[in-house]
């Protein structure tokens, strides 16, 4: 069974940082490109970042890029993303997705970890 | 970036009736190999984000079949047909065409 486990949320002052972690098993971690995908109170979901199977190639839309870095450990199967110079609109749930990138997919995702950016 | 819209933000059913959810796309989501990159999700409260469908109209494994995509181009449909009491949920639309990715804003399904 697949399973998707975020951990590393909680409360954090505007511009400090926080890293969230993802273990993940039941499947071939290194066969997969992995996807952080987040949703703010009440709000919908939003791409966040992407990581290909090897590590070798990272996406992220303009609302992240430059502070937010994903990265993976394929020997641990865990999946992170470093948020730096957080910001009150970065409060959402993060939920580690596993991407199924041939069919456009995101198949699995975790349960979410809740990131709240306040002073 | 490539904006769908998900006109209705509620949608109201009774169990036993059909409902069908729509999502426009700002811009084909047709790739050149033929397939169309728009995806379909449901969330649950207290459950994990579960994948319907892929491909506009390929269930992903496990999925019932009253659960039915269909659509081209710009305009797509998540139907579901029998609606049980487990469907109240939240569906989303996601087109993995061009990055960024982008979801739908989403349509809330109620019971009546």
């Known amino acids: 069974e697949v399973q998707l486990v975020e951990s590393g949320g909680g409360l954090v002052q505007p511009g400090r940082s926080l890293k969230l972690s993802c273990v993940a098993s039941?499947?071939?971690?290194?066969?997969?490109?992995m996807t952080w995908i987040r949703q703010a109170p009440g709000k919908g979901l939003e791409w966040v970042a992407s990581i290909t199977n090897t590590g070798s190639g990272t996406y992220y839309p303009d609302s992240v890029k430059g502070r937010f870095t994903i990265s993976r450990d394929n020997a641990k199967s865990a999946l992170y993303l470093q948020m730096n110079s957080l910001r009150s609109e970065d409060t959402a749930t993060y939920y580690c997705t596993r991407d199924a990138v041939y069919y456009g997919l995101f198949d699995y995702w975790g349960q979410g970890v809740m990131v709240t950016v306040s002073s | 970036q490539i904006t769908l819209t998900q006109q209705a933000e509620s949608l109201w059913v009774s169990p036993g009736e059909k409902v069908s959810i729509t999502c426009r796309a700002s811009?084909?989501?047709?790739?050149?190999?033929?397939?169309?990159?728009l995806s379909w999700y449901q969330q649950r409260p207290g459950q994990r984000t579960k994948a319907l469908i892929y491909h506009a109209s390929i269930r992903t494994d496990g999925v019932p079949t009253r659960f039915i995509g269909s659509g081209s181009g710009t305009e797509f449909t998540l139907s579901i047909e029998d609606v049980q009491p487990e469907d109240i949920a939240l569906y989303y639309c996601l087109q993995t065409l061009k990055k960024p990715w982008t979801f739908g804003g989403g349509t809330k399904l109620e019971l009546k």
């Open positions: 039941g499947f071939t971690f290194n066969n997969y490109w």
């Open positions: 811009q084909s989501l047709r790739y050149t190999d033929g397939k169309h990159y």
